[in-house]
Nanobody, 116 residues
Framework: QVQLLESGGGLVQAGGSLRLSCVAS?????????MGWYRQAPGKQREMVAT???????NYVDSVKGRFTISRDNTKNTMYLEMKNLEPEDTARYYC?????????WGQGTQVTVSS
């Protein structure tokens, strides 16, 4: 069983910044698995925001390119999402995901609200 815990969400004005963190339980070999950040706004489907592989290859949804940066610190079993120049359209609950073998695990999410 893998447990993920997100933190760092909050209320911020448009143009502001936040850094999300996701800590994985230390029962896994954290550094070998791909991870990602996803978000879900009310009434919308969950969408991929950014992913990062074990080789630190990253991928972003077009709407956040140039504003968000995904990273991971394998020594701390932690993944980050640095979010800058936030827009009201970024308002959503952000979830951390890790794929272990054929199974994906999710955290409980952290709320990000961007006011205009």
């Amino acid at each position: 069983q893998v447990q993920l815990l997100e933190s760092g969400g909050g209320l911020v004005q448009a143009g502001g910044s936040l850094r999300l963190s996701c800590v994985a339980s230390r029962t896994i070999l954290f550094d070998i698995y791909p991870m990602g950040w996803y978000r879900q706004a009310p009434g919308k489907q969950r969408e991929m925001v950014a992913t990062i592989t074990s080789r630190v290859t990253t991928n972003y949804v077009d709407s956040v390119k140039g504003r968000f940066t995904i990273s991971r610190d394998n020594t701390k079993n932690t993944m980050y999402l640095e979010m800058k120049n936030l827009e009201p359209e970024d308002t959503a609950r952000y979830y951390c995901n890790i794929v272990v073998g054929s199974r994906g695990y999710w955290g409980q999410g952290t709320q990000v609200t961007v006011s205009s």
